[in-house]
């Protein structure tokens, strides 16, 4: 089994007895829909459709062949593919035979693949010949001297590590290949992450299982949902809130769209008659202005019934725009991949949807609002958010170092946001924790401070975020350099986190160059300071 923080026992009994964790594993989402409505369609990719009995036989093909190699209980994957049906044949299949994935996002690069292979040892690799890293065999070949046993690739000509083989029959699953217990992990999301190295966050069936099935009856997912996936599908928000598994829970229908730019997915809703889309504050802005730029567009969205905007703060503004202009209904969701997770509810007022991030999903999810000392604030004050809940982990995979600092004695998980209580919901209003929010996409700043200080002009480094109109912040680097060293330009910089191998999103937007990094009265870098600066300078 692979180890994880567990729930103390008198939670667990109770999150049990509310009938919260009903000890189903995951792969229970498939087997429902294959009882109920094996022939209803579970999946569109471009011009391949798959019904829920497909998907059930791909994942089970796969599951077999693995189990015969060997894989199961105590394996672990690594799986990197974009948003293609495989994401979901490969999910349910190492569901199947209790092997625990971490799935990276398409936009990661060799920093952070051989980080999370690092800390999970895979014996089995997913991805995809189109990336980069697997364009050649060099980055495979390292991964097979660290222990990796079997790689399989989308795209592949070679029958054996090819991905479409592997999904065709050759026999039945073995006696006794089986998910793991449903109280055990069932597979590691992505932490946003503010320190040095991506964290792995594991989730258990249980939990996980519970915050979907919660989410479907929260945002009205129903066998006759037919859901967009354009934004990376391993995210936790596309996954999960309500997400494309809670899709499935509700036997409804999955379409998934390469990214979320406005022209194509309006093409991909029009034609499969989306009805429910999942998007983050910057690309809601650009399907607006799509509209704004030709309002004869708006038809094309004539289907959509519901968006849900989330991952980063979304102004109130662009809010009210989103039923006026797109002519649908707007859900906001603050949530985390480590676990709670926020939603306004469908009939909540007007004001309570465009002004607030909701309400947490559980009775039970326990909410702190906390000032510097540690005691909680009265509502209407900001303060920093801790919590813990029936889907919310208790502690980063083999972190004991960061987890003493992310918890508490009593096992709340401090977020690192500043929220406000008004009327029972939240409003995110801040954060504490060291993280540029890059439209949604995270970005932890001792990471790439880490990398730029390896530069050898560079002595010292400061990351920070930005506000920018587009994105809501982008990143912007201070840097120190070495005496004597001459002039950096933003390209070279850029060039050199490149070759370091680090995912492009995480690049410094800007560049500012200082003789030497403010810092605050105990010497730590004030990072409050070359915020100001920066916005002083857009002022
Ligand atoms: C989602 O998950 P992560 O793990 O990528 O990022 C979590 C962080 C939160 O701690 C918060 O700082 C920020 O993203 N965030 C928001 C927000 N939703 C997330 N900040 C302001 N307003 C919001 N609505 O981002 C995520 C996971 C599940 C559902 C939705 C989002």
Redesign the pocket.
Known sequence: MIEFSPWPQDLVRHYRDAGYWIDQPLTQILDAQLAANPQAEALICGSRRFSYADLDRQSRNLAARLARQGLGHGDTALVQLPNVAEFFVVFFALMRIGVVPVNALYSHRRLELAEYARQIAPRLVVASRGHELFRDDAFADELRAKGVAHLLLLDEDDPAQSLAHWLTHAGDLPQGAAPTPADQVAFF????GSTGTPKLIPRTHNDYDYSIRASVRICGVTSATRFLCALPAA???TM??PGTLGVFHAGGTVVMAPSPEPLACFDIVARERVSMA?L?PPAVALWLRAVEEDPARRSLLASLDLML??????AEATARRVPELLGCRLQ???????GL??YTRLDDSPEVIFTT?GRPISPDDEVLILDEDGHEVPDGTPGA?ATRGPYTFRGYYRSPEHNAQAFDAKGFYH???VVVRQGGNLR?VG?I?D?I?RG???IAAEEIENLLVRHPDITHAALVAAPDAHLGEKSCAFLVLRDGAGKLSPPPLRRHLLELGVAEYKLPDRFRFLPELPLTAVGKIDKRRLRDSLAAETA
């Open positions: 999301q992505l932490s946003g995210h936790n928000f999960s809130s999942p983050v905007v989330g991952g980063a703060s979304f906001q969701v603050f949530g985390m991949a480590e997770v926020n991030q958010l977020s690192g946001d995110v954060r924790k993280q929010n949604g996409e995270k």
